[in-house]
């Protein structure tokens, strides 16, 4: 009795994950400032991770159908910062350039 209980919240907790990603990235995906909030959210992450002491200024932003994903450029100085966000809210740094290179605290 108690396995079939812990099995039927496995699933249901496993359903619910399933539903949560499907409705996100597919139902009611990221619109344009959402995106510009989570990429500033991140490059904001990646500054003080990295120590970077300049302020970061979006410099171009454009969405890539093929990749379905919003680009997001970045500069501090010295230091460009791209970052990628994803339908599904996700984002990833893509790339920096002079940034090793760039005055740290």
């Known amino acids: 009795m108690k396995k079939s209980i ?16 499907l409705w996100r990235c ?8 959402s995106a510009e909030q989570l990429a500033n959210n ?3 992450s990646y500054k003080e991770s990295s120590r970077l ?5 979006l410099v171009k932003s454009y969405y890539d159908n093929s990749e379905k ?6 500069r501090g100085g010295e230091c460009i910062v791209d970052v990628s966000v994803d339908l ?10 002079e940034c090793i290179t760039a005055t740290r605290r």
Do not use: A, K, N
Not at 14 to 21: C, S, T, V
Not at 53 to 57: A, G, M, P, R, S
Not at 91 to 97: E, F, K, P, S
């Open 26 to 33: 597919y139902f009611r995906s990221l619109d344009i400032h």
């Open 6 to 21: 812990l099995l039927i919240l496995v699933f249901t907790f496993i359903g619910y994950l399933g539903f949560d990603y």
């Open 53 to 57: 002491t300049q302020e970061f200024h």
């Open 88 to 97: 599904c809210g996700f984002t990833d740094i893509l790339g920096t350039t």
């Open 69 to 74: 994903l919003w680009i997001y450029t970045y």
């Open 42 to 44: 991140h490059v904001h």
